[in-house]
T-cell receptor, first 116, second 113 residues
């Protein structure tokens, strides 16, 4: 049982390049999230998904796209990377089933992305 | 919209001293509240959570938090800190039906000998 796994762990991109971050969970969770963490700003929600085939925008969705084609995977794409997207990205998942709602969120180890 | 405020960016405490980290939330109905801890280079780990019932909740690693509706607060406490408690602490709020988990900006805790 690996929990939540993020790939890759580190990446350096040039401005304008594209990339996809992969989040995989093996806990059969319904809800999955992508956050970015920047100094002094905590974790800000980029996009989230409440089930396979669904996605929704969070607080800071601009410049990112997501897909949830399989329940266990949640992909975050950067079509044209910008220096402002330099950050640490975290994926999380929650069961999303029955009461109590929103039980423990399980986080991946993070992806450190630098855009130069 | 729901929101969380952690007014202390950085706190320094001596080992063995007591600790209180502040958290204030904004939400119209009864919130679901959480405290997470992040060690350097790691993801976040749940310390404790409040859904309903007893307003004083116990968590892992000797932490506790008290929900005070009148003050819109959910402060985290520990009677005696250990050097291993040095980390960043995040308060978070969510509500049933709206599955967005909103985090505060975090409080970095430094422990001095």
């Amino acid at each position: 049982n690996a929990g939540v796994t993020q790939t890759p762990k580190f990446r350096v991109l040039k401005t304008g390049q594209s990339m996809t971050l992969l989040c995989a969970q093996d806990m059969n969770h319904e809800y999955m999230y992508w956050y970015r963490q920047d100094p002094g700003m905590g974790l800000r929600l980029i996009h989230y998904s409440v089930g396979e085939g669904t996605t929704a925008k969070g607080e800071v969705p601009d410049g990112y796209n997501v897909s949830r084609l399989k329940k266990q995977n949640f992909l975050l794409g950067l079509e044209s990377a910008a220096p402002s997207q330099t950050s640490v990205y975290f994926c999380a998942s929650i069961t999303g089933t029955a009461y109590p709602p929103n039980t423990e969120a399980f986080f991946g180890q993070g992806t450190r992305l630098t855009v130069v | 919209a729901q929101s969380v405020t952690q007014p202390d960016i950085h706190i320094t405490v001596s080992e063995g001293a007591s600790l209180e980290l502040r958290c204030n939330y904004s939400y119209g109905a009864t919130p679901y509240l959480f405290w997470y801890v992040q060690s350097p280079g790691q993801g976040l780990q749940l310390l404790l959570k409040y859904f309903s019932g007893d307003t004083l909740v116990q968590g892992i690693k000797g932490f506790e938090a008290e929900f005070k509706r009148s003050q819109s607060s959910f402060n985290l406490r520990k009677p005696s800190v250990h050097w291993s408690d040095a980390a960043e602490y995040f308060c978070a709020v969510s509500n049933f039906g709206n599955e967005k988990l909103t985090f505060g900006t975090g409080t970095r805790l430094t422990i001095i000998p």
